[in-house]
Nanobody
Framework: QVQLVESGGGLVQAGGSLRLSCAASGRSFSGYTMAWFRQAPGKEREFVAAMRWSGGSTYYADSVKGRFTISRDNAKNTVYLQMNSLKPEDTAVYYC?????????????????WGQGTQVTVSS
């Protein structure tokens, strides 16, 4: 069964950086789309970034474009989210998600598998 385990969250000052990791297991993810979402208190879960496991284009929310980078390491079966120039409004629980197929949706309900989330807090 598919399992996604996030790590790397924490407390950081505005302008700082964090790298989130999502360790994926349970099957081959070739042909899958991987994504990061986030959810702040009282808000809906929102799309952050996505990519196909096979590589190629990456996709970002406008709010993080130019600051965040999604990538993956095939050998480690891990997806990363490098977050630079962090802002207090980036504070949220960050979730890793996966779905079968090469379509890259930006809505949470279209993803089948989810991790437990990791808290990112950016202080001003």
């Amino acid at each position: 069964q598919v399992q996604l385990v996030e790590s790397g969250g924490g407390l950081v000052q505005a302008g700082g950086s964090l790298r989130l990791s999502c360790a994926a297991s349970g099957r081959s993810f070739s042909g899958y789309t991987m994504a990061w979402f986030r959810q702040a208190p009282g808000k809906e879960r929102e799309f952050v970034a996505a990519m196909r496991w096979s590589g190629g284009s990456t996709y970002y929310a406008d709010s993080v474009k130019g600051r965040f980078t999604i990538s993956r390491d095939n050998a480690k079966n891990t997806v990363y989210l490098q977050m630079n120039s962090l802002k207090p409004e980036d504070t949220a629980v960050y979730y890793c998600a996966a779905r079968s197929g090469v379509v890259v949706p930006t809505t949470a309900y279209e993803y089948d598998y989810w991790g437990q989330g990791t808290q990112v807090t950016v202080s001003s």
